[in-house]
């Protein structure tokens, strides 16, 4: 019964993606990966977070069906790769199910084959199939038929002729071998492997840091004395950068484009290089002793304080980026700003929540990639082409045509509107016009495994 | 370790999965029946070369108590990760050499568990 839903899997595998473009049929396959799954490892979908993950990957199956962007691909990958390494372990981290996801996805079959028994620690040979010997018996001889055949036909003329009646035209064997390709992909997922010893040492790491030796009051002192020095040091700096930037903001008068732009990518740049230093300079003071130092409040507080004006830089940061949006609309960079200060804030959260809670290194990393995962699949749900173009058509004080233009096909009934009702003429109604009319042309030319739902709104 | 016999069969099973992929692709006639045999050649070189210069010095190199089963398990992982990321991206450069992409990584996955099943029966018959 497996091994038939297996079968069953591999020739839809090669019925959805052969000779396709990627639409429905990526959706299909979402959940033809959760029914093989589901059937091969009944017990771990007892758990609520396999459900959940599942959702998810269903979800972003979805919104390829829905608008099919670069995001939402990369989302459903993503998401794929995360739901087979939590079947595989469902206590890991989600890094460790990435990389579980990862290896039993392209090599599970070879690890299988190598059968290793864990718990008895030998290897044990297989006795069922010896697949060697019957790709010999199967593939030596057809080899050297073919060689003979070639060889006897230019012999003889009426050989030759009745060789080449034979038609095999009706096998298409690039159709055969995607079939295989899906049950060698589908055989590796139904039964999720493990990478150990990386797994193993993930499960027996908690996320709170061990007091392991005893305190060396002296040292710790002396540390304790360096970090409030630094951070206060760092804390003044901050303070000061942050109010010659909010003056410098509300005293800018220039709002070309460039100005503006160079204003929040340099803003950018010193963020990531601040942020990023702060999380590691917090990181290097609380990695051990001194995070069980009875005398380290001060130096905690002035963590906090820091903590608090980074957030507010980053505040800063947003309202810039927001100012930039408002007179020249949305685009992706904008966007992804917008994106980065998001996981900034969280990860300059988990710091504080690290220090306060007396948390491991690793806890920090459970947290922030289990949320940039999170904010993955959340921004492959959003239409951004359609939502981008809207804004910037109706709300932004000036508009950089071209760039809607050449954005990807999501937004084009969006544009073929705004075109009829806002009785655009010239270029930019030519532009609309080709846009449209080669979007038709390609739904029109789509096949069933192709299809989308803009496919649908099509008269 | 076997390493020529190992070589020896990952060289006829690169030259199969690349030539059975061409076929499929492009189809096939007479006339590249002595390219088949004449990309035994770079098949050769390229079997070996990799062979010997990245999968076989996890074994050799291998601490005088590890197994070969314990090298397999810490190694393999990652090198796969690695070999099919380099497959993936020389994929997207060039789709037209994907047969040589596909066979290469079928290939290495292969002698790794011909070369640990080799030496995990090699070390019992010393038992």
């Known amino acids: ?459 | 370790m076997n390493l020529p016999k190992t070589i020896l069969k990952a060289i006829i099973l690169a030259t199969t999965i690349f030539w059975l992929i061409l076929t499929a692709t492009e189809g096939f006639n007479e006339e590249r029946i002595y390219l088949v045999f004449l990309s035994l050649i770079p098949i050769s070189i390229c079997c070996s070369l990799v062979i010997a210069l990245t999968i076989s010095p996890f074994f050799w190199l291998k601490k005088s108590g590890d197994s070969n089963r314990l090298v397999f398990k810490k190694y393999f992982p990652f090198y796969t990760i690695i070999s099919f990321s380099l497959c993936l991206y020389g994929t997207l450069q060039d789709p037209l050499i994907i047969c040589f992409y596909l066979s290469a990584f079928f290939t290495t996955m292969q002698t790794w568990v011909w070369l640990a099943k080799g030496n995990e029966q090699q070390n019992k018959l010393e038992v």
Not at chain 1, 105 to 120: D, G, L, T, V
Not at chain 1, 215 to 228: D, W
Not at chain 1, 295 to 307: D, E, Q, V
């Open chain 1, 1 to 459: 019964m497996k091994n038939i839903s297996l079968i069953i899997g591999a020739f839809l595998f090669s019925t959805l993606f052969y000779k396709q473009d990627l639409g429905l049929n990526l959706s299909l396959f979402s959940l033809l990966t959760i029914i093989v799954l589901v059937i091969h490892n009944k017990d771990a979908f007892k758990h609520r977070r396999t459900i959940a993950f599942s959702s998810l990957y269903l979800i972003t199956g979805i919104a390829i069906f829905f608008y099919k962007s670069n995001l939402s691909i990369i989302a459903n990958c993503v998401a794929f790769v995360t739901l087979i390494g939590h079947v595989s372990e469902q206590k890991s981290s989600i890094y460790i199910n990435w990389l579980n996801g990862l290896y039993t996805f392209i090599a599970a079959f070879f690890h299988r084959n190598f059968n290793i028994i864990e718990n008895e620690e030998k290897v044990k040979l297989k006795k069922k199939v010896d697949y060697g010997h019957w790709i010999k018996v199967i593939g030596i001889p057809s080899i050297v038929l073919v060689i003979f055949i070639s060889l006897y036909k230019n012999g003889n003329p009426v050989f030759a002729d009745i060789i080449s009646k034979i038609d095999f035209s009706f096998i298409n064997l690039q159709w055969l071998l995607l079939a295989a390709l899906g049950y060698y992909l589908l055989y590796n997922i139904s039964k999720p492997i493990e990478v150990n010893p990386a797994t193993e040492i993930d499960l027996n790491t908690s996320n709170i840091l061990k007091n392991k030796s005893h305190i060396n009051i002296e040292s710790a002192k002396k540390e304790n004395q360096l970090g409030v020095i630094l951070i206060t040091l760092l804390n003044l700096l901050i303070i000061f950068f942050l109010i010659t930037d909010i003056t410098y903001l509300i005293t800018i008068n220039d709002l070309r484009a460039p100005t503006i732009s160079n204003q929040v990518h340099n803003g950018i740049n010193a963020l990531i290089a601040s942020i990023v230093m702060a999380i590691l300079i917090i990181l290097v003071f609380f990695r051990g002793n001194l995070n069980f130092y009875e005398g380290n409040k001060n130096l905690k507080r002035l963590t906090y304080t820091w903590i608090i004006l980074n957030v507010i830089l980053i505040v800063n940061i947003a309202i810039k980026d927001a100012q930039y949006i408002y007179y020249f609309g949305f685009t992706y960079k904008r966007i992804g700003v917008l994106v980065y200060l998001l996981l900034t804030i969280i990860g300059l959260i988990t710091t504080a929540i690290k220090v306060n809670q007396i948390k491991n290194f690793w806890y920090l990393l459970r947290v922030n990639t289990a949320s940039a995962f999170t904010i993955l699949i959340m921004s492959s749900t959003v239409n951004w082409d359609n939502h981008i173009t809207y804004y910037n058509l109706n709300y932004a004080k000036s508009i950089d045509f071209n760039y809607i233009i050449n954005l990807s096909n999501n937004n084009t009934f969006l544009l073929k509107y705004y075109s009829d009702n806002m009785f655009l003429k010239g270029k930019r109604k030519v532009l609309i016009d080709n846009k449209y009319n080669n979007y038709l042309r390609q739904l029109n030319n789509t096949d069933w495994q192709e299809l989308g739902y803009d496919n649908f709104k099509l008269e």
